[in-house]
């Protein structure tokens, strides 16, 4: 047997918000506390990279770099310095 037309007490609404209220308030203080840690941010960036594909293109610029002569690696910052201040 189904009851029609029922509906809440107003006082079990205010119960229900102020428990809805408070768990929110709690989820929110528990994503702060580890977002504050450097780790977890960290692992965020990692992922996001690796989603765009930015982590692979950043290897292979480390490979790059790694594998360059000291003297090609100073001619490059010196030619990359030298196009930051040509420009406006």
Do not use: C, H, N, Y
């Not at 007490?9 to 702060?32: D, G, N, V, Y």
């Amino acid at each position: 047997m189904t009851k029609r037309g029922w509906k809440r007490s107003p006082e079990s609404k205010a119960r229900m918000a102020e428990l809805m209220r408070s768990r929110r308030f709690e989820i929110s203080k528990r994503t702060k506390e580890r977002m504050a840690d450097p780790e977890v941010r960290q692992r965020i960036r990692d992922g996001m990279q690796a989603s765009s594909g930015e982590a692979a293109e950043l290897q292979m610029l480390r490979l790059a770099w790694v594998g360059a002569r000291p003297s090609a690696r100073t001619r490059f910052l010196i030619e990359l310095t030298k196009a930051e201040g040509d420009q406006p």
